[in-house]
């Protein structure tokens, strides 16, 4: 049946966006190039564009697109007399299948997807792309993100995310970066980067590093999204089941972190009932795979499954003063262990200020100091002038509050950041 224009592109929008990356996997697997499978799927998206309002809807929208797809990559092939054996074995697989076989190919896509989804991922995650170009992809292809929204988002002109994203494409063309799950001892190495892609993702929708906003909850829901898929194709991995319960539980909070004029507002002063408990109940799950997974390989906690418990830690308490800071100190000292960071310390310094007071707290910060990689570092001034201002000691803290303000990006934060140090000054 046929149906409006109008109609057609909101439907065929729609369905993009749940097919596109499904789609393209699919279509990696077969051409081995990353970047021809998006081509061949966008070609895809414009012939239903031109299509579905005059034809109507198919059944099968998915079926239909990789049908349209493939037979637009044999006559790339053709034209280009490009890998020949590729031609053929695509033009065996549509002769076989024929015109009529639209419900067998959905099948056939429906059975692979989840291999074909896992390698999409690791290869636009691929270590050998430079960390903007890896989260660049990884949007666009798996998120299904246009260059305007990655752009908008992160707060870069659009002309150079679409660089970004073509770089990344020719060089894992140029590198012939094979479109597979890696094995053995590359594993560990490569999920530690699709995990580190994802992380980055979520926490620059958390904590937005500029801009106006306090937060940008797409680049959240976009990294639960991947999160959950991968969750999903690799139940095995405790690091992947850590990392969504740091997310599930963290995104909790998000309609509670601001107030009605977008300020922000601080973990301890938030509303809990404001809290969305679904997400914390899945987070709680996704935290107890994490740990069964790992107990079942007779290891311990990695540090976004060591994270995610922190994260919990918050959840279960139903008021700030009931939170188990002293579970938290010891899980931060943990993480200290394994990734050793001047952040986690001063993360772990704010534990125990709240365990043990703000002067025990300021004795570790002030140990910071003279790290380098903390500098420029915002949260340092922030949390030190946190400490002296509860200390009493407010003419301290408000040259700290003033100093972080300064090195913020963040206009949101940096307006926090000035009010609490003319609160100081009172």
Known sequence: MAVTATDAHRTIDAIWRIEQA???????????????????????????????PKSGIPDKPGAWLMAAAKHRGIDRLRRNRLIERKHEELGREIEAEGEGATPDLEAALDDDIGDDLLRL???ACHPLLATEARVALTLRLIGGLTTEEIARAFLVPEPTVAQRIVRAKRTLAAKRVPFEVPRGAELAQRLASVLEVIYLIFNEGYSATAGDDWMRPQLCEEALHLGRILAGLAPNESEVHGLLALMETQASRLGARTGPSGEPILLLDQNRARWDQLLIRRGLAALERAE???????????PYALQGAIAACHARARTGGETDWARIVGLYGALAEITPSPVVELNRAVAVAMLAGPAAGLDLVDKLASEPALDAYHLLPSVRGDLLEKLGRLEEARAEFERAASLTRNERERRLLLNRAVACAR
């Open 292 to 302: 069964a997974v790992a107990k079942d390989e007779g290891r311990g906690l990695g």
């Open 121 to 123: 991922i690791f290869t």
């Open 22 to 52: 499904k789609l393209i996997a699919g279509l990696a697997r077969l051409v081995r190039d990353v970047g021809l499978a998006e081509e061949l799927a966008q070609d895809a998206l414009v012939a239903a564009l031109e299509q579905w």
